[in-house]
């Protein structure tokens, strides 16, 4: 008999295919076996959206078709049967026809690197498909599981409210007022100013929705599903079989025969076990439309639900019956439902199943808590027939008596209603609000006797505190028959805080966080009750205390709602001269439709072979042996390299390769597998055996480098004025300090390149994903010992760099080109996200120490501050990150009297390299938290202190370079005017007053960001531009495309210089074959820079044409360019900009390392509950001084963007290194990057008119870093708002400032009865799970 074929269509068209893997997954079929590469990998855990398809699948009872978004990277393809994907090239393309998502995600400059918007589009698609015309919530909902690390989101959302009803606006009366009527605090909205606001985009223009245009479900599987025979199939890979019966009677006998193969659903739980923990499983059983696993039956007693059912398709049926049943009935239901609004993201709502959640049993699961208080039952089947559980803790526990038996099947749950008297609440807190695991969560139920206040039942259970959901059920068993008042509550919380406990190692962290978390959900259960007790009864009970109200209000959150302002052209300005005008980014609209080639989308070449690292598990060791011969004896293994094999050419500069014999961190590179598929690799680099001796010292943190005096070089130092002597005439002296953790980039294409050996003369091409690409030739060059001309280094774009694909993307080029020059074969290498956030580091965690001497009008006279930043175990540009961090330290201040001085810090954490900001993120963060203090000492407002220090006009910094200032006050009046800031602060005084567990704070913070590369060489830049004979041009520069759209304004810049139209212009990406020696591009400058060398070359090209042009004025670019061919003109210029003046004296501490200044001002407005750390950014005003902006659409989204990421770096992103230097935290799971639901609800932008001409670009300033340091307002908010908590609960003494200001620091920080009532461990009693580096 022929093995059964998997059958199902993917964009319309009909994919059977014979021999499958039930191993493979649907991303890489779609991008391999398809070339479908649209669809992309981000994070391969479900946790980035970046991989969204659509399915759709045809129910043959109903006779409908569910259209819903699934991560293509957790979908197995023998699920796929009988189903339709629909990835973003089946909705539209550049050749045919657009859809309208794809076409107003670009118009509305939603994309900037655009590796994040396949996924984006295809969870609009997957929404709109469902609901035409969706509201707010439910586009926010579709886009939550999608992280973007460039935009800010907010142009994302700007292009998908044009399919809501009414754009702009919440659509929700509440209280009869709608979003647009209403300010914040009551205050009146931020008014638009006409004039200088023109439209970043034009909503007439777009391509309207039209959904019978949409692809329509293939008639042959509707056919096959009316018709589908039952019976089981069976698909058989190499180590996997996958069964997948279709009657619940064979899924039965399939478990029977299997008892201990999974009944895989969503396969969220079990895939990621497979994929991270190397759990295997040979058999796979995967039930397919079996309909008593999607029962959906309610009677009086309660809901009975398939255990089949998405955990979206339950969010939808309890958001009926809650509609539907009075409220005393639904109140499992509504803890439920609000549980699911936040668990994960859309896409593994929709894959995962009740079934599969439950029987998971992760010690995280929101809905397991609840289920077991709500005293759900399990209705299960097996050969020997049906039988009933109850999901309680025995069963969470997984007491062989109270489990399944494993053959049995889940069928259903019942879910009962709730009884009158009864009350049910659901409690979580995570690092981030939505798509995040829980640090804690809770599900507590009370039953009162009829009316009396006395307590008859009582049940609470805990997740995320154990190994397994906890319940605390003999806390509650004691408390059975009391009264429920304060008494009771104060009894409660100690009698749980004994029965559950965490040790204080406990994996996880966040202990005391945690155990405060435990009571003040408890305290908000209270709270809960005792309103809902008022409700049934008011005579008889008290109401809360208004101020008590807030604890259980959810954090503020309005719809989205923003204004940009950005200076319109000048109208004498040619129509047709595109400098100044809101351009879309060139590859919007491919990013769009998924025709954008990054590096990993570039066909196999052939004989690819596939390159991955085995990595050191130890922090600082020798390696005692390398034991290759198992992972070499293995099919498809073509070679490993380790450092013999590169010898001398095993380092470049000071950076090193492979390890020789001793590693410096985990992570550490130690040997290469090369294999000639990637899961043959990554099968092998497993069987790499490296045993290890551990060495001494092994230093991790800060504070022990110090100790060990273990430093990259001696300290850099700056100082002006004379700081000891101003420290005697000062009337007060503050001594402080401020640990700031690392940022991971998270560009969303993690490291990837292919190296192609042309096979003469040496030749070597290498695609890679960089911002150096001269780098990468020089260090491939010198590996392998060519001249550079032979190595030449291509990138057309890059998903996001951030820093973070410079100096370790050479050196894993360099392992790779050497791999590929050795063999003779393309060798490929793409780093899994995991991998990637091991091996490269990221930004510097820091550490400042300042003394300042000041008056008691806030003047500061005397600063003394030193700066240490975590280097990890080589130098990298750890040295020239802190030098940045010493120059730009005073941010908008003058400080008369400086000193300041830093050290890079060697330890045995794998290296820190730049990221966006480049140290000054966190030294002004420093500088910012020592002016917080001042303000706090002196009685005043940080804002006060922030006015009377700010550099006002002409002035000198403290290495005596003049620049002037003008502009920064000027911003910071701007801002306050445009913020309201003295109405807003003194609302938010009022309602700190009103509510005590609830809190607000506002915070404005100046911006002074020196843009310039500190040497002149490192400044220049050239470029190429061809006019061909069409007329058309060709123009190529040495700056990368990675999101911040700088080839785009290129190509304005040669429209406006050769007048022509931008549609004649093209560029086809970097590549040290047209642009040579090029340098790295960041620092700000890259459009700047290689704009100049762009506009050298076309006013060259211009000269020379200039007597053809002027004889023929009314020709056309291809008349002239005919006529310069006819007379041996030649039509090529190269530009060359040979960079600012800029230097640095170390020695002295003086120079002009800056050409320029941006300037502006951040204020930021937010709530905090004080009972579980959570916080909201209100609302956020930004005003920039940005010159004449080249591109405001641009310039607007790289000011969004930075402020985005550095709101993540000074909150909720946090890496967790374990006591060992292991880095937990390898993927989005772990590492929370700002989503959706993290921006502002309110985003004012304005850029102030342009004041002045200067040397740069059209008189514009480079924007790419400096709005990361605005996020820190959010920081100072946060800051702001504790601080009223600590005073109303009388806290006094300070509060050591650290960053990111996490939900677990606001909380401990919000000291009050809970948090003195938790056990605390002695330190140095225990080995804590995490240490802070
Ligand atoms: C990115 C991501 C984010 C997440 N975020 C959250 C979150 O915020 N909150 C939260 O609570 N959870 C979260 N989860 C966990 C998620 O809820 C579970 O993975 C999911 O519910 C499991 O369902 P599934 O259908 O995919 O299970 P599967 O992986 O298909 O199966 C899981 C287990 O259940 C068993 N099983 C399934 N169905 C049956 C049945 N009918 N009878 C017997 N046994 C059965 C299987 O044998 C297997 O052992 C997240 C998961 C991911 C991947
Ligand atoms: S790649 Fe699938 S969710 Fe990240
Ligand atoms: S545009 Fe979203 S990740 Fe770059």
Known sequence: ??????????????????????????????????????????????????????????????????????????????????????????????????????????????????????????SMYALLRNHPEPTLDQLTDALGGNLCRCTGYRPIIDACKTFCKASGCCQSKENGVCCLDQGINGLAEFQEGDETNPELFSEEEFLPLDPTQELIFPPELMRIAEKQPPKTRVFCGDRVTWISPVTLKELVEAKFKHPQAPIVMGYTSVGPEVKFKGVFHPIIISPDRIEELSVISQDQDGLTLGAGLSLDQVKDILADVVWKLPEEKTQTYRALLKHLRTLAGAQIRNMASLGGHIVSRHLDSDLNPLLAVGNCTLNLLSKDGERQIPLNEQFLRKCPEEDLKPQEVLV???????????????????????????????????????????????????????????????????????????????????????????????????????????????????????????????????????NYESALEDLHSKHHWRTLTHQNVDPAQLPQDPIGRPIMHLSGIKHATGEAVYCDDMPAVDQELFLTFVTSSRAHAKIVSIDLSEALSLPGVVDIITASHLQEANSFGTETFLATDEVHCVGHLVCAVIADSEKRAKQAAKQVKVVYQDLEPLILTIEEAIQHKSFFESERKLECGNVDEAFKIVDQILEGEIHI???????????????????????????????????????????????????????????????????????????????????????????????????????????????????????????DVEHYCNAGCSLDESLWVIEMGLLKMDNAYKFPNLRCRGWACRTNLPSNTALRGFGFPQAGLVTEACITEVAIKCGLSPEQVRIVNMYKQVDNTHYKQEFSAKTLPECWRECMAKCFYSERKTAVGKFNAENSWKKRGMAMIPLKFPVGIGSVAMGQAAALVHIYLDGSALVSHGGIEMGQGVHTKMIQVVSRELRMPMSSVHLRGTSTETVPNTNASGGSVVADLNGLAVKDACQTLLKRLEPIISKNPQGTWKDWAQTAFDQSISLSAIGYFRGYESNINWEKGEGHPFEYFVFGAACSEVEIDCLTGNHKTIRTDIVMDV???????????????????????????????????????????????????????????????????????????????????????????????????????????????????????????????????????????????????
Not at 87 to 115: D, M, S, W, Y
Not at 795 to 817: E, P, W
């Open 412 to 546: 259903s749950v019942n879910i009962p209603c709730s009884r009158k008297w009864e009350f049910v609440s659901a409690f979580r807190q995570a690092q981030r609000q939505q798509n995040a695991l829980a640090i804690v969560n809770s599900g507590m139920r009370v039953l009162f006797k009829e009316g009396g206040g006395v307590i008859e039942e009582l049940s609470i259970l805990y997740g995320g505190v154990g190994p397994t959901t906890i319940s605390a059920k003999n806390s509650c068993q004691r408390l059975i028959g009391r009264p429920w008042d304060e008494e009771m509550l104060d009894k409660a919380c100690r009698l749980v805080l004994d029965e559950v406990t965490l040790a204080g190692s406990a994996p996880g962290g966040k202990v005391e966080f945690k155990r405060t978390l435990i009571i003040s959900f408890l305290f908000k259960f209270y709270l809960e009750v005792s309103q809902g007790l008022k409700r049934e009864d008011p005579g008889h009970y008290p109401s809360l205390a208004g």
């Open 1 to 122: 008999m022929d093995p059964p074929q998997l059958l199902f269509y993917v964009n319309g068209q009909k994919v059977v295919e014979k021999n499958v893997d039930p191993e493979m997954m649907l991303l890489p079929y779609l991008r391999k076996n398809l070339r479908l590469t649209g669809t992309k990998y981000g994070c391969g855990s479900g946790g980035c959206g970046a991989c969204t398809v659509m399915l759709s699948r045809y129910n043959p009872s109903t006779k409908t078709v569910r259209h819903h978004p699934v991560n293509a990277c957790l979908t197995p393809i023998c699920s796929l049967y009988g189903t339709a994907v629909t990835t973003v090239e089946g909705i539209g393309n550049t050749r045919t026809r657009l859809h309208p998502i794809q076409e107003r995600i670009a118009k509305c400059h939603g994309t900037q690197c655009g590796f994040c918007t396949p996924g984006m589009v295809m």
């Open 741 to 863: 953790g690392g940022q991971e980039h998270f560009y969303m294409e993690t490291q990837s390149m292919l190296v192609v050996p042309k096979g003469e003369d040496g030749e070597i091409d290498i695609y890679v994903s960089t911002q150096f690409p001269r780098y990468i030739q020089d260090i491939v060059a010198a590996t392998l010992k060519l001249s550079v001309n032979k190595v030449m280094c291509h990138v057309r774009r890059v998903g996001g760099a951030f820093g973070g694909k410079v100096g370790k993307t050479s050196i894993l080029a360099a392992i790779t080109a050497f791999a590929a020059s050795k063999h003779g074969r393309a060798v490929r290498c793409i780093l899994e996200r995991g991998e990637d956030m091991l091996i490269t580091g990221g930004r510097h965690p820091y550490l400042g120490k300042y003394k300042a001497g000041f008056m008691n009008d806030g003047r500061i006279l005397a600063l």
């Open 1187 to 1333: 010159g004449h902006s080249i591109n405001p659409a641009l310039d607007i989204g790289q000011v969004e963007g930075a402020f985005i990421q550095g709101m993540g770096l000074y909150t909720i992103e946090e890496l967790n290194y374990s006591p060992q230097g292991t880095l937990y935290s390898r993927g989005p799971n772990q590492y929370k990057i700002p989503a959706i639901c993290d921006i502002p609800t309110e985003v004012h932008i304005s850029f102030l008119p342009p004041s002045e001409q200067s040397n740069t670009l059209y008189s514009s300033k480079g924007l790419g870093e400096s709005g990361v340091f605005l996020g820190c307002s959010v920081f100072f908010a946060i800051h702001d708002a504790v601080r009223a908590a600590r005073q109303e609960r009388g806290v006094s003494g300070p509060w050591k400032l650290s960053s990111p200001l996490t939900p677990e620091k606001i909380r401990m920080a919000c000291e009050d009865k809970f948090t003195k009532m938790i056990p605390r461990d002695e330190p140095g009693s225990y080995v804590p799970w995490n240490i802070p580096v």
